[in-house]
């Protein structure tokens, strides 16, 4: 799913800063998910159901608060709500 979701903008005029590129942040990007699963603290069972939760509260004024979580899972066996942060 990474290259594919990152493959889309390769040809994207970005502006990349401190000497990075679209190649230099792929592999980034794969160390980090590397250092994820190797870490193994982390559990989502069904996450087809359990990833991107959306959320709605309704507000007193008529209108709508809306969240998603990333994920409904284990953090080191405790049940966590989960958001993926860089």
Request: net charge positive.
């Amino acid at each position: 799913m990474l290259f594919r979701e990152w493959g889309t903008y390769r040809d994207v005029p970005l502006e990349y800063s401190h000497g990075d590129d679209w190649e230099r942040l792929l592999r980034q990007g794969i160390g980090l998910l590397e250092q994820f699963a190797r870490d193994n603290r982390i559990r989502v069972r069904q996450p087809k159901q359990n990833t991107q939760k959306k959320l709605f509260r309704a507000l007193p004024n008529g209108n709508e608060f809306v969240a998603y979580i990333d994920a409904i899972g284990h953090l080191d066996g405790n049940p966590r709500l989960l958001e993926w942060c860089v």
